[in-house]
């Protein structure tokens, strides 16, 4: 293992947007065990120092393999199409409009029903852009077009947290 490998190298993955997430999981879990700090207890404080940074170095992999978003993001700055989300909010007028109307929605859902409904209609764009990012990264390998996907997702998944927060309140 070398800490300046890839997160897909280190978890000994194809560097692809699909994938397993059972298989991130046991990897990790296999990492973990392998790096644990406590496995070097008898070796010294400078080797539980490293199995340390091992440590830390896989759950930031780890992270960023399991998120569907942080995987996207990471995979277009890998292969030289970096996401700049802080930088360019620039969205086709389409997509904004649809963030206006679900907006709107979002404001006028009195009912666990209305806010329920639009979760239905957020998670569904999700999935066809979830697969769409899939299609351009690990069928074309566009991931300079596979960018502003990615930023879309990123005002859904936040549009999504409002919605379940609006949930969270009324049903409490």
């Not at 991130?24 to 644990?36: E, G, N, P, T, Y």
């Not at 404080?45 to 399991?66: D, F, G, T």
Request: hydrophobic share 40%; with cysteine; proline share 2%.
């Amino acid at each position: 293992m070398n800490l300046q490998s890839d997160d897909f190298t280190l978890f000994g993955l194809e560097q692809r947007f699909g994938q397993d997430r059972a298989a991130i999981d046991a990897r990790w879990k296999d990492l973990q065990r392998q790096a644990h700090p406590d496995k070097f207890a008898d070796q010294g404080a400078a080797a539980q120092r490293v199995a340390m940074q091992w440590s830390v170095r896989i759950n930031e992999a780890y992270q960023r393999l399991k998120d569907p978003l942080k995987r996207a993001a990471y995979l277009c700055e890998l292969h030289g199409a970096p996401v700049n989300a802080e930088n360019n909010t620039a969205m086709p007028a389409t997509f904004l409009m649809q963030q206006m109307q679900w907006r709107e929605e979002l404001d006028d859902a009195t009912s666990t029903q209305a806010l329920e409904q639009i979760s239905l209609q957020v998670q569904q764009a999700k999935r066809e852009m979830l697969q769409k990012i899939e299609r351009l990264m690990d069928d074309s390998q566009a991931f300079a077009e596979a960018v502003g996907q990615v930023r879309a997702l990123m005002f859904v998944e936040r549009f999504e947290d409002d919605v379940n927060k609006r949930l969270d309140q009324i049903e409490t």
